[in-house]
């Protein structure tokens, strides 16, 4: 069960930082706009929705007006995928593996980045759990796991979470499954964000190949 943004692809300062800027400059509050850096640290902690509302405090129209801009920026561009997570997931689906994805990042948006990759066409999760406006289907609520064991008829000890940020690794907590809190993305660059999630999760991972060799040793 993988995360898709900072986890999968590289698409924090590629796409949802220059969006964020985007949305500060029409709000006429540029000088509200956050460094790529404190970008990272706001998603890790409070996190996203909580700094719309509690520290910006945006207008209903506000809102919508951030959500129109983001739109515009994450489907009218494709972020890349970081070296080997394809070659990784397509290497186990080849052996019979099952690969989920949890993101709150919207199911459209996942499922074009998946398909407009040509490093293995053809590629695809077998389930996306995105974000769909309901909190309580996706992490950190642990149902997006008890959804993948009811419908793959999968054990727990077969499940892994592979995620950058806390929600992923608080789900793979509260369902009683493994995780691996991965650190390739900028994000984790930052100390306290790596020594936070390194702290709570039951592998921590630098680089894919790593994980890989984790993943396959267990074969």
């Not at 996306?128 to 993948?148: A, C, D, M, R």
């Not at 077969?158 to 994000?187: F, N």
Request: charged share 25%; net charge negative; glycine share 6%.
């Amino acid at each position: 069960m993988i995360d898709h943004d900072d986890t999968a692809v590289d698409s924090t300062p590629t796409i949802h930082h220059p969006a964020h800027i985007e949305q500060m400059r029409q709000l006429g509050r540029s000088h509200q706009a956050s460094s790529l850096t404190e970008w990272f640290k706001i998603n890790f902690h409070p996190g996203l929705a909580v700094y719309l509302e509690e520290n910006l405090k945006l207008s209903e129209e506000e809102n919508k007006l951030c959500y129109s801009i983001w739109r515009d920026f994450t489907t009218s561009q494709v972020p890349p995928f970081f070296p080997g997570i394809l070659k990784m997931l397509y290497r186990f689906k080849s052996l019979g593996g099952i690969v989920v994805v949890v993101s709150h990042s919207e199911p459209d948006i996942i499922k074009t980045h998946y398909k407009q990759q040509h490093e293995f066409p053809g590629l695809s999760p077998d389930r996306i759990f995105g974000w769909n406006g309901n909190p309580e289907e996706n992490k950190p609520n642990s149902w997006p796991v008890k959804e993948t064991i009811r419908q793959f008829g999968i054990k727990k000890e077969e499940i892994l979470v592979i995620d950058d940020l806390k929600p992923g690794i608080t789900m793979a907590i509260e369902a009683g499954v493994d995780s691996a809190g991965v650190g390739w993305s900028q994000s984790h660059q930052i100390p306290e964000i790596k020594a936070d999630l390194s702290g709570i999760c039951t592998y921590y991972f630098n680089a894919v190949i790593d994980l890989e060799k984790m993943i396959f040793q267990k074969q």
